[in-house]
């Protein structure tokens, strides 16, 4: 059973960092795509970044330039490395591994972000 463990989300004020880390149960390299998710209240989940077995990486362009996806495969770990944050920032934020047909989802960390 594959699982997702995230971790680093916290309360902090517009304009600072926080980085956030998803420890996996087996290898990253293993995942077709992993990525992180984030949901506001009363919103629907969305794509924040994502990064392919190969390296491709995307992002939402709401944190185009702010938000860094990264990860480190010996440490089985995806990052997300969130600066210049925004109150809109403020969400639960999810990280997930696509292996094979079946996508895996962390518990989540909340992340807020205060004016």
């Known amino acids: 059973q594959v699982q997702l463990v995230e971790s680093g989300g916290g309360l902090v004020q517009s304009g600072e960092s926080l980085r956030l880390s998803c420890t996996a149960s087996?290898?990253?390299?293993?995942?077709?795509?992993a990525a992180w998710y984030r949901q506001a209240p009363g919103k629907e989940r969305e794509l924040v970044a994502k990064i392919t077995a190969g390296g491709t990486i995307e992002y939402a362009n709401s944190v185009k330039g702010r938000f860094t996806i990264s990860r480190n495969i010996g440490k089985n770990t995806l990052y997300l490395q969130m600066n210049s944050l925004r109150s809109e920032d403020t969400a639960a934020y999810y990280c997930?591994?696509?292996?094979?047909?079946?996508?895996?989802w962390g518990q989540g960390t909340q992340v807020t972000v205060s004016s």
């Open positions: 087996v290898s990253i390299f293993n995942f077709k795509v």
């Open positions: 997930s591994g696509v292996q094979g047909v079946i996508t895996y």
